[in-house]
């Protein structure tokens, strides 16, 4: 099972505040009408301020979703598998958790590790499809032309390309989103499928 790394960056939006300062003239030389100032004795300041909008809920679970396979890919990295990966136990849950606890053990045992190479295509194009308060539905495309090696060795063991079609369940535990459910509904051979879509 080849799981690389993909991260959710979330957006970062711009505030621009224009404040406008009137300067008063003291009137001692001026016309009564010209007291409050004229055009050019006027100054506008504008004020430059970045701020960090709140994540929608969306946001929240592709975030969450992003994470999972951020740390499935950690636990299948070189130098060895490992399923002590803490994130594993942060984004998953039920039977997924499970699973992929069980996968990475058995790549251990087999001295199987998964590397993403340098100019890689990998990728996790994901959608909420559904978000009814605790529940969320993620359609994912899924590319991946991660290379499984020996962790020794180094050598290839399989490094074929394919595009598969996810559909993931998650849930909101104790305000945190976990993937529950995992189905791959399609795969193709190489660039394929819904990543030609």
Request: proline fraction near 5%; hydrophobic fraction near 40%; charge should be negative.
């Amino acid at each position: 099972m080849s799981n690389p790394r993909a991260i959710r960056n979330l957006a970062i939006a711009l505030v621009i505040l224009a404040l406008a300062d009137a300067s008063c003239a003291d009137g001692d030389d001026e016309d009564p009408g010209t007291a409050l100032g004229t055009p050019d004795q006027v100054s506008t300041t504008v004020a430059e301020t970045t701020t960090t909008a709140a994540p929608t809920p969306e946001e929240e679970v592709l975030a969450a979703y992003q994470g999972y396979w951020s740390a499935v890919n950690e636990a299948f990295s070189p130098p060895e598998a490992d399923p002590e990966v803490p994130e594993l136990q942060q984004h998953a849950t039920g039977e997924v958790l499970s699973g992929i606890l069980e996968s990475v053990r058995s790549a251990a045992a087999q001295s199987s590790v998964f590397r993403i190479p340098e100019d890689a295509e990998y990728s996790h194009r994901a959608e909420v499809v559904v978000l009814d308060g605790a529940t969320a539905t993620v359609r994912d495309c899924n590319v991946d032309d991660s290379i499984e090696e020996h962790a020794t060795t180094s050598q290839v063991i399989d490094d074929a390309v394919s595009t598969r079609l996810y559909i993931a369940m998650l849930l909101r535990e104790s305000g945190t989103w976990k993937v529950a459910t995992l189905e791959r509904e399609s795969t193709w051979e190489g660039v394929a499928g819904c990543a030609l879509e």
